[in-house]
């Protein structure tokens, strides 16, 4: 650990992290309402507009962990690590096309979560169980991982060499955190997310054009990041451009991970929580914007090994950070990186806490709550959540967080028939879909962990495939099987508690 | 042909996901080999192909 403290950088980092402290709690009396509803609490009362929206879930979506890991693997590996690029492009016409729908019947039926509407839709608590339990299941890793990005940035700041510096600085971080959303719900991140979004915006900027101009230009990055590869051995492979073998991998991850990431319940929460079908719209094609961003902040990993940083791994940002600019600046950039873990987390507990509220404590533990109770379950789940996701950055290394992510990706995407599907067709079965679903989960999960927790696995005459993908082939095979069997036998089928013009918008009636 | 409209949005899939087409160094703009600026490039294109879709829809009005 750094022996030096940065005292100037600590200096702007707590000036930042007082306001948006400030903002956080302020934000309860925002757009003001009765938190003791959990639709107000957590869903901010489905009263956000567009460009509340926008900042909400661009700092919901692109964390700090992203901030630090994107560049880290670029630094590593280089091109593959751009797989974020066309990811989070692809993205988007999907959300258009599917996420408005899922908003329409949310709003009409009062649904909170994703596992409500399945609920609703087949009629099957232990479908909804399933998604909601996934859901929670991969949410933890992630919250784990923001603190990771935070954890990160406290080490860069020094702590004259006390042992235990960033382990304080972030319990001390994470009970602020706690205790803003425990009061204000969802209005707390809306309103830091303008903050921290604007925040990374500037330091995106001032590092696009300050670095290249010491580094003598993008052609002399690429340029020496080209050759730092060359120097490198074949295997495991690195270049600027993707090596054959990567191919297949870099597409199939870039699409599992787009289908993936509006199913996690911090994008749904912050998707549930607009206004209307047509701001969920127009967020599809504004939010692409963070992904220039994104793909900018990638190109950090190049400019890093341009400018010798002599630290690896999710050090290399903060380290890039520190020698390229004066240090009040990097007490800023760091700042914004700490909020942009601040953010998602806040949200991430928020939609988990949604899940274990509605689907798991409403249907198998007290059926009979009365919304103050209902939302009181929430904060306090919301609370448990963030100490969970704190004990795994403390008490267990870091390797065991970040597998968890990568499994939670994989894990995640097996939703997908259930919600997905469901929002177009009603020809799968609840049990059906729940058979499909553990087989994905099953199958997922063994061939990551049987090559020691990797994304891709290698399909004879395909090549490299992500396992998230593969898993949801299988599941929808057996989803749809099991549906043809349960049809020809004629089985009963549950009520469905939604109508056809729930999908559709309310204005329009063709 | 305004029913076609939305096949717009499967276009940067095929854009993107055909990844041979663009794992190329030349031609370099600004310093930035092909493979980065394509992909970057895809960012606005994309937006303003779900953007037609999206005026083409009706929904908003």
């Known amino acids: 650990m750094n022996a030096d403290v940065h005292w100037t950088a600590w200096g702007v980092f707590a000036l930042f992290f007082v306001l948006v402290t400030v903002l956080g709690f302020v934000a309860s009396r925002w757009k003001a309402a009765d938190l003791t509803q959990l639709h107000e609490w957590g869903l901010g009362g489905r009263r956000f507009g567009t460009l509340i929206t926008w900042f909400l879930l661009g700092g919901d979506l692109y964390t700090a962990y992203t901030v630090i890991a994107v560049p880290a693997l670029v630094f590593t590996v280089g091109a593959y690590g751009f797989f974020a690029m066309p990811y989070t492009i692809i993205a988007y016409p999907f959300v258009f096309a599917v996420m408005p729908r899922l908003w329409n019947v949310c709003h009409r039926n009062h649904y909170l979560t994703t596992a409500d509407f399945v609920e609703g839709r087949y009629g099957s608590h232990w479908l909804a169980l399933a998604v909601a339990l996934t859901g929670v299941l991969a949410t933890m890793p992630y919250i784990a991982l923001q603190l990771v990005g935070m954890q990160v940035v406290f080490e860069a700041m020094g702590f004259g060499g006390m042992r235990q510096g960033a382990e304080i600085a972030l319990i001390v971080a994470f009970a602020i955190l706690a205790l803003y959303t425990y009061t204000s719900g969802l209005r707390a991140p809306a309103m830091i997310a303008f903050v921290k979004d604007i925040m990374i915006y500037i330091f995106v900027i001032a590092a696009l054009v300050i670095i290249p101009a010491q580094l003598g230009g993008f052609g002399a990055i690429f340029a020496a990041a080209g050759e730092a590869f060359q120097a490198k051995p074949a295997t495991p492979p690195t270049g600027l451009l993707l090596q054959p073998s990567q191919v297949t991998a870099f597409a199939s991850l870039a699409l599992g991970s787009a289908f993936a990431l509006f199913l996690y319940p911090h994008a749904a929460t912050g998707t549930l929580a607009a206004s209307s079908a047509n701001v969920v719209r127009r967020n599809a094609i504004l939010l692409p914007t963070y992904s220039v961003a994104l793909g900018l902040i990638a190109l950090l990993g190049y400019m890093a090994i341009a400018a010798h940083v002599s630290v690896k791994g999710n050090a290399v940002v903060p380290a890039l950070i520190m020698q390229s600019f004066p240090e009040w600046f990097a007490g800023f950039c760091y700042a914004a990186i700490a909020l942009g873990a601040l953010v998602p987390a806040a949200i991430m507990s928020i939609g988990a806490a949604n899940l274990v509220t509605r689907n798991i404590w409403r249907p198998y533990v007290n059926a009979r709550m009365n919304p103050a109770q209902e939302s009181n379950i929430a904060k306090i789940t919301s609370l448990l959540v963030k100490v969970g996701a704190l004990a795994f950055v403390v008490f267990l290394p870091l390797e065991f967080a970040i597998n968890l992510q990568l499994l939670g990706g994989i894990w995640m995407l097996q939703t997908f028939p259930a919600v997905v599907f469901g929002l177009f067709t009603r020809w799968f079965r609840p049990l059906p879909l729940l058979a499909g679903w553990a087989t994905g989960m099953t199958l997922g999960t063994t061939l990551s962990w049987l090559q020691g927790v990797k994304p891709v696995y290698a399909v004879p005459g395909v090549g490299l495939l992500y396992i998230g993908l593969i898993a949801l082939v299988a599941n929808i095979v057996v989803a749809a099987i099991g549906t043809v069997i349960a049809d020809a036998l004629k089985a009963a089928r549950a009520a469905d508690a939604t109508k056809p013009g729930d999908f559709a918008d309310a204005s329009v009636t063709r | ?61």
Request: glycine share 4%; hydrophobic share 55%.
């Open chain 2, 1 to 61: 042909m305004r029913r076609f409209l939305p096949l717009l949005l499967l276009v940067p899939y095929v854009a993107l996901l055909w990844v041979p087409f663009y794992n190329t160094r030349e031609p370099v703009v600004w310093g930035f080999p092909f493979f980065y600026w394509y992909m970057l490039l895809w960012v606005p294109i994309s937006s303003v192909l779900v953007f037609i879709v999206h005026r083409g829809s009706g929904h908003e009005r």
